[in-house]
């Protein structure tokens, strides 16, 4: 009964108190606006979950910008549909579907094998895709939903992205990987011999868990890249509490007020997207200062457990364990 009340019941209480605290935070807090950021014609990016909610903001902006932007997603229609919207804003723009599940690795292998087969640059790697409070359930290697699709899957992304990412990036002009994260991160319980939650499953727990790895990942891949001099950054982005089908799998009750509290207090998509877009485009930020974890468009510190160095390295590990990398 008490673990129980520990493993299940605690998260969602955490997850809840945590959630208006951010809320009463953003309320009482100026919302970052993106400042003008410079054209990005000859530049491709790659954003994970683009045809909907915050991902589809960052695409549009990156192609108003005149990017080259490939929507990656596993809904098809829901791409198309993305890109007929964005060409009835700017009629010109480049951008692209290309199926992505990151809930399997044969799919990611794919979608990499694909884009490199076409040999573009990456200049801008947004991984953006999330799901949140789903019901129990593995993805088709067998890993929990969250900690397969929101932290594996793109860890093996962008693994496999690395190559073009360096040779995109130069000394005055970082290719940037751009971790989209969340505050829930702080409140994630990381157990290096249950990643999968195979000893009690909490959806809230599970997502929080997903979102600390991908943390931990980001701030590992930064150590990486600084230490083999590569003109690549990586960071982190809390993108606030936003109105978007993110909380769709919330306990229907909660899910009614939610949707109310959303529509007028939730920052909108596009203000959600203002801080992935000023970390994946300030010049600002270029020569390798796009790192860290940033929210509200500012870098922010964050739990203490995330910039242990051992932790991260353990984690990376067993990641590629998982992942069966060398
Ligand atoms: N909204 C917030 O308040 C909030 C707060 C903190 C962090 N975030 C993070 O922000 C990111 C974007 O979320 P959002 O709020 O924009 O939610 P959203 O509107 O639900 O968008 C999520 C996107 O991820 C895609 N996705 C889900 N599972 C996928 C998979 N297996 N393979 C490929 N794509 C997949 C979704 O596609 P489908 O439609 O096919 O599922 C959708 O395009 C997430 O990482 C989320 O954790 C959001």
């Known amino acids: 009964m008490f673990t129980f009340f520990r493993c ?11 959630g208006f605290r951010v809320l009463l935070g953003q309320l009482l807090s100026k919302t970052f606006k993106l400042p003008d950021m410079p054209k990005q014609e000859g530049k491709v990016a790659i954003v994970t979950g683009g045809g909907k909610g915050i991902g589809f903001e960052v695409t549009l902006h990156l192609a108003g910008l005149g990017a080259h932007v490939i929507i990656g997603g596993r809904d098809e229609q829901q791409g198309l549909d993305a890109i007929a919207r964005i060409r009835e804003v700017y009629r010109e723009a ?4 290309q199926t992505l599940d ?6 990611v292998r794919h ?10 640059p990456l200049n801008i ?65 990381l157990k290096l011999s249950d990643l999968n939650s195979c000893e009690y499953y909490s959806a809230h727990a599970a997502y929080c ?28 982005v809390d993108p606030g509490m936003v109105h978007t089908a993110l909380y769709q799998h919330m306990w229907a009750p909660l899910r009614l ?17 203002a801080t992935v877009l000023y970390t994946s485009l300030s010049p600002a930020l270029e020569g390798g200062r796009a790192e860290d974890y940033w929210a509200n468009g500012r870098r922010q510190m964050t739990s203490p457990v995330t910039s242990d160095p051992q932790l991260q390295l353990s984690l990376w590990e067993t990641s590629m364990q998982l992942l069966g990398l060398q």
């Open 257 to 273: 007020a939610q949707g109310v509290i959303a529509q007028l207090l939730f920052w909108t998509p596009k203000e959600g997207a």
């Open 125 to 189: 790697l947004v991984n953006n895709a999330g799901i949140m409070l789903a019901p129990e359930g593995r993805t088709e290697d067998g890993f929990e939903k969250h900690f397969g699709v929101n932290y594996l899957g793109h860890f093996l992304l962008t693994w496999l992205l690395l190559d073009n990412l360096k040779q995109s990036g130069t000394s005055d002009c970082f290719s940037r990987v751009v971790n989209v994260s969340s505050s829930a991160h702080c409140i994630g319980d």
């Open 209 to 236: 868990r997903s979102k600390l790895a991908l943390l931990l990942f980001s701030l590992q891949l930064q150590r990486v890249l600084r230490a083999g001099g590569a003109p690549v950054s990586s960071c982190a």
């Open 102 to 107: 990151l809930g399997s690795l044969q799919s």
């Open 94 to 97: 480049k951008v692209e579907f």
């Open 111 to 120: 979608f990499v094998q694909s884009f490199k087969k076409r040999h573009l």
């Open 8 to 18: 299940c019941i605690l998260p969602a209480i955490k997850l809840y108190w945590l």
